[in-house]
């Protein structure tokens, strides 16, 4: 049957047009680095497992990466998590950037001229 690919799986309907052919998608190979060199700045991903972690958060921060942080390792640390959360609340002051939750586990921290559109795309 056609349609039997990546999107029909996941949603499991058929397409509009029987005749559509579907290709899975290769994950693995969406994470090949694309172009070579370095660049102005990364998205640098971190998984909080202490307040050990906060300054080498912070220097990526100052040195103007975006970090997306991870704090689920952290989450039933109330203590903790509140430090982290100042602590990472008072670098995106320092550096005039700004910073969000993504749902319940995951901070995105910015640099100076990024900030985070809290509205949700729909891509509609």
């Known amino acids: 049957m056609a349609g039997k690919g990546f999107l029909s799986k996941v949603l499991g309907s058929k397409p ?3 005749s559509e ?3 899975e998608i290769d994950f693995g190979a ?3 680095q694309v172009g ?3 660049a102005e700045t990364y998205v640098r991903v971190a998984e909080l497992s202490g307040l050990g972690q906060i300054p080498e958060l912070k220097r990526e921060i100052y040195n103007g990466n975006i970090v997306v942080v991870d704090i689920t390792l952290i989450k039933g640390d109330n203590l903790t998590r509140d430090r982290a959360l100042k602590d990472l609340k008072q670098v995106a ?3 005039r950037g700004d910073i969000a939750g993504i749902g319940d586990h995951m901070i995105i921290v910015t640099p100076m001229s990024i900030k985070v559109d809290r509205t949700k ?3 509609k």
């Open 16 to 18: 509009a047009n029987e």
């Open 30 to 32: 969406m994470e090949q």
């Open 36 to 38: 070579s060199g370095p």
């Open 21 to 23: 052919e579907y290709t």
């Open 121 to 123: 795309f729909t891509g």
């Open 93 to 95: 002051a320092d550096v």
